[in-house]
Nanobody, 115 residues
Framework: QVQLVESGGGLVQPGGSLRLSCEASRSIFSENPLGWYRRAPGKQRELVAFVARTGSTNYATSVKGRFTVSNNYAKNTVYLQMNSLKPEDTAVYYC?????????WGQGTQVTVSS
C-alpha cells in the first residue's frame, strides 16, 4: 500500500510563509487525486486545495491567491506553499490521496500563525 507523511508545519507570524510537504512511500501523486485539508480546533475539516488527475488544482476561497500546490514527483512529494498567513490559517494540515478507490491520510502537521 502507501503511506503519507506531512511535514513543514510550525509557528509563524501573521504575514509569514511556510511550505508544507507531503511525502509518499511510493510514486502515487502523478496518478491519483490529491487533497490538502486542514482542521482547526472546534471547526469542521476544510478542503484547502484539490488536485485532480488532470493536474487541475482548485483552492478554497479562503486561501486562493495565497496558497499554491506544487510537486516533485521524482521525490514522491507534493508541497503546499502558504504565503501571507493569517491567524485563521492556524490548523492541523493533512494531505490525502485517493488510492485504489480509498482515501489515504497522513498524520498531519501543525501550523500556528500568531504574533
Amino acid at each position: 500500500q502507501v503511506q503519507l507523511v506531512e511535514s513543514g508545519g510550525g509557528l509563524v507570524q501573521p504575514g509569514g510563509s511556510l511550505r508544507l510537504s507531503c511525502e509518499a512511500s511510493r510514486s502515487i501523486f502523478s496518478e491519483n487525486p490529491l487533497g490538502w485539508y486542514r482542521r482547526a480546533p472546534g471547526k469542521q475539516r476544510e478542503l484547502v486545495a484539490f488536485v485532480a488527475r488532470t493536474g487541475s488544482t482548485n483552492y478554497a476561497t479562503s486561501v486562493k491567491g495565497r496558497f499554491t500546490v506544487s510537486n516533485n514527483y521524482a521525490k514522491n512529494t507534493v508541497y503546499l506553499q502558504m504565503n501571507s498567513l493569517k491567524p485563521e490559517d492556524t490548523a492541523v494540515y493533512y494531505c490525502s490521496v485517493n488510492f485504489n478507490g480509498r482515501d489515504v491520510w497522513g498524520q498531519g502537521t501543525q501550523v500556528t500563525v500568531s504574533s
